[in-house]
Structure formats: structure tokens, C-alpha cells
């Protein structure tokens, strides 16, 4: 590759890698990105290179249903790997055949277990490549701390361009981006206050867990590299006022993303706009092409038994992530661990 060819594909790296500024109001910006996930996909595949664990025609396996899973395919393709993903019939069929169509196998799990859904039938396979495969790597997206260590280049991004930032708010799902991001910021900023973002029926933060419809947000596992301390507060939407943001994000603004970035939305305005004089930045985590055929689609919601509903104009307070949530709901979460939040509701629970 000639010098002219490298100075291209290094600024086309950049630009898929970073994301986009938009300033939607005075104190209220927009990280928007192409893929977020390829942020900490890169990062982890370029580290174990560097280690000697990936040379051309390795295989990188993986258990994903989600946009990690295209990021690995996007740089598999590109580094010469090959590309083993493991995942559930949630995998919706444009993403699966966008997957393939970069090289990538995909194995979909089609029995859940009797006790935690896809999960541990998922991971069982995905070992099971793991023995058969000699010198294959396991990226690991949940425990691996290169994930939340890749958004070190992300916060040096929005510190160089927005400056001090007041206030940083986004989805969770492995708890990588928030968690590196944040952490990374408070070294400037200490006082940062850090929103959270998680869905009703997610495991994440202490809900029950059960059928979720928003993709890319909550779980149904606790990932290891989930730090619930960064948080000072966590918002629960549920999938009707998720998805109802995320088509007004849209039409106010123009930006097309998916329902992850809509529902970072929805709190963000709220929090901008009762703290006018802080700097509020949230993070987009991809496009909304795949939400093509369900958040945007009227008759996939009928279908699906959804009736988009604005979120009342604030949250609900609770004072405990175990509670019923029929509504967009937040708790002062005040930088605890997840143990720490249950224990002081047990010791409200005796003293009642």
C-alpha cells in the first residue's frame, strides 16, 4: 500500500471510528456514531495481534446478537481473519445476512435452556469451537477489559472537541462504553455526573429479567466489566416511549439512529434542559438502517402489540431497581455498587 493509499484508508478509519458531533441545543450534543462497537472490537483484535494470538487466517469466535458481532465481521473481513458468531434467534435476518455477506459463519442457538434463556446453550457452543479450532481467540466482550479501555480514545475525542463536559448519558448493555468513557473523563472532571441508561426487564441494574424488545440495550447476563459505580443516576424506559423517542430524534432533528440512541435521547433533553447551564453530551451507538423493518415499521409494531407513547414530561422516582416499571423511571443511583443499592433497600425493607 503506497504512502497516498495509507493517508486514505487512515482517514476513512478515522471516520468510522469517531463519531459525528451534532449540537442539538445550546448545552445538548450528539456523539453519533457509524458502528460504536467497532471501537472496542478494533481495539481488542489489534491487541491480540500485537500478542501474537491473531495471524492472517486465524479464527475469532464469538457469542453475540448484536452489533459487536457486525464489528467483528467488518474487521475479520478486513484483516484476513475468519469469523465464527454464535447467537439466538433474536439475531434479526438483515443483520444476519449482513454478517454473512462479509464472510462470517453464523450459528444460531435454536433451544433456550430450561433456567436462563439462550445464554448458557449459547456459550456451550461457543466452546466447543473454542476446543475444536486450534488458535482461535475468544475477543470475550463482556469480561474483557480492553473493552471499556478502548473508550479511552473516545473521551480524549469528546474532551478535544466539546471541552468540559458536565454531564455524559448512554444506553448499557456490556457496560463498556459508559463505564470506559466516564472513568476516562473523570480524570479531567471528577465531578462529571454520569446517566445511565437500561431497559425494563434487564438484569443490569437489579430488574427481574424477561422478554425485552429493544435491541442493543439491558441483558440478561451481568457482564464482568459492568461498573455500576461510575453511575449517579440510571433510567429505565420501556420499549413504547423507547421507540417513540427514537423516531422524534428523527423528525426534530433529522439524526438517524437506532433505539439505543433514542432512548439516550429522552433523558438527555430532560437533563439539558433542567440543567441549562451544563454541558450535556450523549452517545448515539449506531445508525437506524437495521430499524428499518421494526422501529420504523407501523406494521411491526401493531404486530408486536406497541403503541408508541411519549414519556411523561419527567420520570417516575423509585427508590428501588426491583419495583414495577409501566413508565419511564430513574433512581439516584449515587455511584454504588450494585450490592450496595440492594442492601440499603433490605435495610428499608426491616426498618418498615
Given at each position: ?8 484508508y487512515r482517514?476513512y478509519?478515522?471516520s468510522?471510528?469517531?463519531p459525528k458531533m451534532?449540537q442539538?441545543q ?10 460504536m ?6 481495539y481488542?483484535?489489534d491487541?491480540?495481534?500485537?500478542e501474537?494470538?491473531l495471524?492472517?487466517g ?8 448484536g452489533t459487536?458481532?457486525?464489528?467483528l465481521?467488518?474487521?475479520?473481513n ?10 439466538d434467534?433474536?439475531l434479526?435476518p438483515?443483520?444476519?445476512?449482513r454478517?454473512?455477506s462479509?464472510g462470517?459463519?453464523v450459528d444460531i442457538?435454536?433451544q433456550p435452556a430450561?433456567?436462563g434463556?439462550?445464554?448458557?446453550p ?9 476446543d475444536q479450532?486450534e488458535g482461535?481467540?475468544?475477543p ?8 471499556p479501555?478502548s473508550?479511552?480514545l473516545l473521551?480524549?475525542y469528546l474532551?478535544t ?17 459508559m ?11 471528577p465531578s462529571?455526573h454520569?446517566?445511565g ?6 438484569v443490569l441494574f437489579?430488574q ?9 440495550l439491558?441483558?440478561?447476563i ?11 443516576e440510571v433510567?429505565?424506559?420501556?420499549a ?9 430524534i ?5 439524526l438517524f439512529?437506532?433505539a439505543t440512541?433514542?432512548?439516550a435521547?429522552q433523558?438527555?433533553k430532560?437533563?439539558a434542559a433542567a ?5 450535556t453530551v450523549?452517545?448515539c451507538p449506531?445508525?437506524?438502517y ?7 415499521d407501523?406494521p411491526?409494531?401493531s404486530k408486536?402489540?406497541?403503541e ?11 427508590e428501588?431497581?426491583r419495583v414495577d416499571?409501566?413508565?419511564?423511571s430513574?433512581?439516584?443511583?449515587n ?5 450496595e443499592?440492594?442492601?440499603?433497600e ?6 418498615t
Amino acid at each position: 500500500m503506497n504512502n497516498y493509499h495509507q493517508a486514505i484508508y487512515r482517514t476513512y478509519e478515522e471516520s468510522v471510528l469517531y463519531p459525528k458531533m451534532f449540537q442539538l441545543q445550546d448545552n445538548l450534543y450528539a456523539a453519533s456514531f457509524f458502528l460504536m462497537k467497532l471501537l472496542p472490537a478494533k481495539y481488542i483484535l489489534d491487541a491480540a495481534r500485537r500478542e501474537g494470538r491473531l495471524h492472517p487466517g486465524s479464527t475469532v469466535a464469538e457469542t453475540t446478537s448484536g452489533t459487536f458481532g457486525l464489528a467483528l465481521a467488518i474487521l475479520c473481513n478486513h484483516y484476513g481473519y475468519k469469523c465464527i458468531l454464535v447467537s439466538d434467534p433474536v439475531l434479526d435476518p438483515l443483520l444476519k445476512n449482513r454478517i454473512e455477506s462479509l464472510g462470517a459463519s453464523v450459528d444460531i442457538i435454536e433451544q433456550p435452556a430450561a433456567v436462563g434463556g439462550y445464554q448458557k446453550p449459547r456459550l456451550e457452543r461457543l466452546m466447543q469451537y473454542l476446543d475444536q479450532i486450534e488458535g482461535s481467540f475468544w475477543p470475550m466482550q463482556y469480561a474483557n477489559r480492553s473493552n471499556p479501555g478502548s473508550y479511552a480514545l473516545l473521551a480524549e475525542y469528546l474532551s478535544t472537541v466539546i471541552g468540559k463536559i458536565d454531564c455524559l448519558i448512554g444506553t448499557v448493555g456490556s457496560g463498556g462504553s459508559m463505564c470506559g468513557t466516564s472513568s476516562y473523563l473523570r480524570e479531567v472532571n471528577p465531578s462529571m455526573h454520569v446517566i445511565g441508561i437500561d431497559t425494563v426487564r434487564s438484569v443490569l441494574f437489579g430488574q427481574p429479567d424477561g422478554k425485552r424488545l429493544v435491541r442493543g440495550l439491558g441483558n440478561s447476563i451481568m457482564p464482568e466489566i459492568l461498573d455500576h459505580t461510575v453511575f449517579d443516576e440510571v433510567h429505565w424506559l420501556t420499549a413504547a416511549e423507547t421507540f417513540y423517542a427514537t423516531r422524534e430524534i428523527h423528525n426534530r432533528h433529522g439524526l438517524f439512529v437506532g433505539a439505543t440512541s433514542g432512548a439516550a435521547y429522552q433523558v438527555a433533553k430532560h437533563w439539558a434542559a433542567a440543567h441549562p447551564d451544563k454541558t450535556t453530551v450523549f452517545i448515539c451507538p449506531d445508525e437506524g438502517y437495521r430499524y428499518l423493518d421494526n422501529v420504523f415499521d407501523d406494521p411491526w409494531l401493531s404486530k408486536m402489540g406497541i403503541e408508541l407513547r411519549a414519556c411523561p414530561e419527567a420520570p417516575r422516582v423509585v427508590e428501588s431497581p426491583r419495583v414495577d416499571m409501566p413508565q419511564w423511571s430513574m433512581m439516584h443511583w449515587n455511584r454504588r455498587t450494585l450490592q450496595e443499592v440492594l442492601d440499603a433497600e433490605s435495610s428499608r425493607e426491616l426498618t418498615t
